[in-house]
């Protein structure tokens, strides 16, 4: 999905339903599952980089179900779950998702994938940004009060950005700072309208972005700093609690962190790496299930 296909599609809606089959892959004749929607409550950097339209045509045709998406910021992921107006979700911001987990609304949580923040701007750099790390990079726009569009919707990116200033000092405020209350895709297309920096993940970056705006602190994905690296994970909402697809819900976190890992990590976007997927090791991180400070 290029730029221009992507801003045509904005007036869609925030509901994304995929369905059919893709090559010759035959589902099964008794799944369990078979014939069941699963509604998936997710982040919109995993819709924006084009990433679900690689994961879930897969998933629907083994296990001849369908799939409805809920698009939104992680926050808001989480109070549709809270809801129980979902089955599950894939979200990145690990202190919310802890509290989520605490209260009892999500079970199961599974890491599935990584990759990193960058804080992109105008080409020509007002605020001197390249290069520095994020916390120094920070600093420079507020110093030169260099315009920075913030999403502003208790997204996962917008608590990392949070995050950064409070580790700066840094309360942002004036005519230099304003919130887009959209998701990451629409902020990128506003930033390059306005000139603005603004932090994103690197999926929805290599989707969207033309070459108005110029990634000016980018580490990688493969071993990021603390303060970029920027951790998916997959929640089934509590049975318990909600009447929900478990089942279902279940076979799609064996999906992501089994077989989806391949398509994860050979995920492209113009020839470069969106995601790195996070495979099982022989001694798992049996803390990635529950809260971490737990």
Known sequence: MNRRRYVQMLGVGGALSL??????????????????????????????????DELL???????????????RGTGAALRTARDGDCDLVLVHARPLEDTF???????????????????????????????????AAFEAIADAEATFLSRGDRSGTHLRERQLWDKAGIEPAGSWYSESGQGMGNTLVMAAETEAYTLTDRGTFLNVADDTLVAHVAHGI????????????????????????????????????????????????????AFRSLEPSREPTFRQYVPSDW
């Open 222 to 273: 493969e071993d990021p700093p603390p303060l970029l690296r920027n951790e998916y994970a997959v929640i089934p909402v509590n049975p318990a609690l909600h009447d929900v697809a478990y089942p279902l819900a279940m076979a799609f976190v064996g999906y992501v962190t089994g077989p989806g890992q391949t398509r994860i990590n050979e995920f492209r976007i113009a020839d470069e790496q």
């Open 19 to 52: 369905a059919g089959c893709i090559g010759d892959t035959s589902a099964p004749d008794e799944t369990g599952v078979s014939g069941e929607t699963l509604t998936l409550a997710t982040a919109t950097t995993t819709h924006d980089s084009g990433l679900l």
């Open 101 to 135: 987990l605490q209260e009892g609304h999500g079970i199961n949580r599974r890491s599935v994938m990584v990759n990193d923040f960058l804080i992109v701007g105008p080409s020509d750099d007002p605020a001197s940004v390249a290069g520095k790390e994020p916390i």
């Open 57 to 71: 045509p897969t998933f629907q045709q083994l296990f001849g179900a369908r799939v409805d998406t809920l698009v």
